[in-house]
């Protein structure tokens, strides 16, 4: 295994090897017709390549862009990896799911959510308020990660990527296996009025026409991976922590307000968020410890070779 990486290989490369490597096995399993999924599997197979290049040529031990690629390529193919799932909406199912979805939430709350909004309290003030922090998601992994960079915190960069590489993969695949595309299109015909908002409002929905892909709705990532980046940015400062909540909870509140997902959407991305944490802070740290030493012992089997 070494001579195929030649530098340490870290719980994040692992994590995004093994996602693309299922990913290829589930479709050639049950992508049918398999033509229609050529572009996912081009794509799977090579970023497992990718990947695989990128530990064996860039090391961290180098300077410059050499190690800023090597700790930080996951975050730069988390829209990628985004983008291909709108392919796959429909690999398990043949329809969406929410009606199903929305009338369990009716049926445990007595009203759905983003329809009592609609009738009874937008506001485009308060829109604006949650949309600005709706928007603030697309700004904080470089706010976490550019930082913690520049500070040379390598391994809380490592361990963040694999919270956030696992909790968007585990999201990845529940968009297929339980397709939901979202209160925005299920129940278009049924709202009254417009969610408006002079600034930010404009921006989410110029973003979301572009970038979004319809469907993927459960879980929230947005919520999942912000509940992530709040979590490190309390270990960094908890004044920024505390900034970050304030955030989060906004964002939780416009994902619903602003009718792109379901109170569930919300909750389930919040489980996997705390579950990845979890995984992470259990295993990540024994990891490294052994990775670290497993490095040195073969630096000295190097040294007495030669």
């Not at 297929?176 to 969610?195: S, T």
């Not at 940015?233 to 922590?241: A, L, N």
């Amino acid at each position: 295994m070494n001579r195929l990486f030649r530098n340490p290989v870290y719980p994040m490369d692992w994590i995004i090897i093994g996602y693309c490597l299922v990913m290829v096995a589930i479709l050639l399993s049950v992508g049918r017709p398999l033509e229609q999924y050529t572009d996912e599997l081009t794509f799977y197979a090579l970023t497992a390549v990718l990947v695989v290049l990128i530990v064996r040529i860039f090391g961290e031990r180098q300077s410059g862009l050499f190690r800023f690629v090597r700790l930080l390529y996951p975050a730069i193919l988390f829209t990628a990896f985004y983008r291909m799932t709108g392919g796959m909406m429909f690999l398990l199912h043949d329809k969406f799911m929410d009606a199903q979805l929305s009338g369990f939430e009716q049926g445990i709350l007595g009203f759905e959510p983003s329809l009592y909004i609609d009738r009874y309290l937008l506001n485009p003030w308060i829109t604006e308020i949650l949309m600005g922090s709706y928007f603030s998601y697309y700004l904080m992994l470089p706010a976490l990660f550019i930082p913690l960079f520049i500070w040379k915190k390598y391994d809380m960069i490592r361990q963040s990527l694999a919270a956030i590489s696992l909790t968007f993969f585990i999201g990845y695949m529940l968009f297929f296996v339980y397709p939901v595309e979202g209160p925005r299109w299920h129940y278009m015909d049924q709202y009254v009025h417009a969610v408006e908002g002079p600034f930010f409002r404009q921006i989410v929905e110029f973003v979301q026409a572009n970038g979004s892909v319809r469907g993927g709705c459960v879980p929230s990532t947005h919520v999942a991976v912000a509940l992530i980046i709040m979590v490190y940015f309390f270990r960094i400062s908890k004044p920024i922590g505390w900034l970050m909540a304030a955030l989060n909870l906004g964002m939780a509140v416009g994902t619903v307000w602003g009718r792109y997902h379901y109170m569930t959407d919300v909750l389930v991305g919040t489980a996997i968020a705390c579950g990845a944490i979890w995984v992470v802070d259990k295993y990540h740290p024994n990891y490294t410890t052994t990775s670290a030493g497993s490095a040195a012992n073969l630096q000295v089997r190097v040294q007495n070779v030669s």
